[in-house]
């Protein structure tokens, strides 16, 4: 059994940056892929960016390339989601979730555990 933790959602301007931190207790956290996945009102979950076990290999969704940064912090149990130039499509509820795998996948249906989410809510 995996728990996760989100923390760092807010109201921020369009342009501003957020850092949403995942903090994780359980099992061992480097035995997990993990991702960040987000939910806008009336859209269906999409996956944000993943990263691999070892924090070596990553994937981002196109609308978030060059702005977004995901990483992992094994000895802290924790990974983040640091977000530069937001933009107002950018709210939603922000969702971490962790994978039995070396690798991660995009799909949700892959994710074993799930936080609790956090808002992101920015503002033009």
């Known amino acids: 059994q995996v728990q996760l933790v989100e923390s760092g959602g807010g109201l921020v301007q369009a342009g501003g940056s957020l850092r949403l931190s995942c903090a994780a207790s359980?099992?061992?956290?480097?035995?997990?892929?993990m991702a960040w996945f987000r939910q806008a009102p009336g859209k269906e979950r999409e996956v944000v960016a993943v990263i691999s076990v070892s924090g070596i290999s990553t994937y981002y969704v196109d609308s978030v390339k060059g702005r977004f940064t995901i990483s992992r912090d094994n000895a802290k149990n924790t990974v983040y989601l640091q977000m530069n130039s937001l933009k107002p499509e950018d709210t939603a509820v922000y969702f971490c979730a962790a994978q039995a795998s070396l690798v991660p996948s995009v799909w949700a249906s892959r994710y074993d555990y799930w936080g609790q989410g956090t808002q992101v809510t920015v503002s033009p």
């Open positions: 359980g099992r061992a956290f480097s035995d997990y892929a």
